[in-house]
C-alpha cells in the first residue's frame, strides 16, 4: 500500500493471477505427454517383442518332431509326446472352461485350460480316456476318438489381435501427444482439442476400429499388416471429416456446454 500526497491510501499494484484456463491447461497438456510416452512405450513392446516372440513360438511348436520313446519322460521337452491320460473332471462354463487329466509320470495331475468347449471338451465325461500332446510340459492337444482340439496353451498363428493392441497404443500415443501440446502452447484456447466432444469421439472411434479390424482380420485369416495400416486410416479420415464438421459449430457448442465439461 503507498499513500498518495493528500494522505489518501491507495492500493499498489499486485501481479495478476494466471486465468483459470492456462492453470488448468498447462498440467493437463504435461499429463497427456506423459501417457503419450507410456502409451509409445507399451507400443514399442507389442510390435518388438510381443509379436516376433509369439511368431517365433508358434514356428518352433510347427517345427517339432515327435519325442524318442523313453521309459520315464522329462517333464519338459522341444518334441511333441502323445500321453493318455484319464478325465477326472471337467468344467464348460463361459469363464472357465477347462479339463482336469491323470495320467503317468511326470504328469500325475494337469489341468487343460481350453478357448471353447468344442469338438472335444463339451463331450468328455469322467474317467474317459483320452490322448494328449505334451510339448514343453503343457498339453497342447486333446484327441478323443477322431476328434481333437488344441488347447489354450497350445501356440497359435494369430498375431492380428497382438497387431490390434500396438495399433490402439500407438494411436493413443499419437491422439495424447497431439492434444498435450496443444494444452501446452495455447493453455487458454485449444479450440477444438478438448476432451468433449472432439478426444471423446475419437478415442470411441480408435478403440472400435482396432478391436473390429483385429477380430475381421483373424476371422478371415488376413495378414496382420493390414491392422495397422486399415486402423490408422479410419482414425485418421475420422480426425480430419470430425475437425471440418465441428470447427462450425464450436462457438456454439462452447456456449451451451458448461466449462467444467469443456476440460
Not at 85 to 105: D, I, N, Q
Not at 207 to 233: E, K
Not at 239 to 257: K, V
Amino acid at each position: 500500500m503507498s499513500t498518495t500526497r493528500g494522505g489518501t491510501a491507495r492500493r499498489t499494484d499486485r501481479p495478476s493471477s494466471p486465468l483459470p484456463g492456462t492453470a488448468r491447461g498447462r498440467p493437463a497438456g504435461a499429463a497427456l505427454i506423459i501417457l503419450s510416452l507410456a502409451a509409445a512405450l507399451a507400443c514399442s513392446f507389442v510390435f518388438a517383442v510381443w509379436l516376433p516372440e509369439d511368431r517365433a513360438l508358434y514356428r518352433e511348436y510347427q517345427g517339432a518332431g515327435a519325442c524318442p520313446v523313453r521309459a520315464v519322460p522329462p517333464r519338459s521337452q522341444d518334441c511333441l509326446r502323445q500321453i493318455a491320460f484319464t478325465v477326472k473332471s471337467t468344467r464348460s462354463t463361459p469363464k472357465r472352461m477347462r479339463a482336469t487329466l491323470t495320467g503317468p509320470e511326470p504328469f500325475p495331475t494337469v489341468v487343460v485350460p481350453f478357448g471353447d468347449s468344442g469338438p472335444v471338451l463339451s463331450g468328455l465325461q469322467r474317467e474317459d480316456r483320452v490322448t494328449g500332446t505334451v510339448w514343453r510340459g503343457a498339453v497342447v492337444v486333446v484327441a478323443a476318438g477322431n476328434a481333437r482340439q488344441s488347447s489354450s496353451d497350445a501356440p497359435r498363428d494369430e498375431p492380428q489381435m497382438p497387431a490390434a493392441i500396438g495399433t490402439f497404443a500407438g494411436l493413443l500415443a499419437a491422439l495424447a501427444l497431439v492434444f498435450g501440446a496443444v494444452r501446452l502452447v495455447r493453455p487458454r484456447d485449444p479450440g477444438l482439442f478438448t476432451w468433449r466432444p472432439y478426444g471423446k469421439l475419437l478415442l470411441i472411434v480408435t478403440g472400435v476400429a482396432c478391436v473390429a479390424v483385429g477380430l475381421a482380420t483373424v476371422w478371415t485369416g488376413l495378414p496382420w499388416l493390414l491392422v495397422p495400416t486399415a486402423c490408422g486410416a479410419v482414425v485418421g479420415g475420422t480426425a480430419w471429416f470430425l475437425h471440418r464438421d465441428l470447427r462450425p459449430g464450436r462457438t456454439r457448442y462452447r456456449e451451451q456446454t458448461p466449462p467444467t465439461e469443456r476440460t
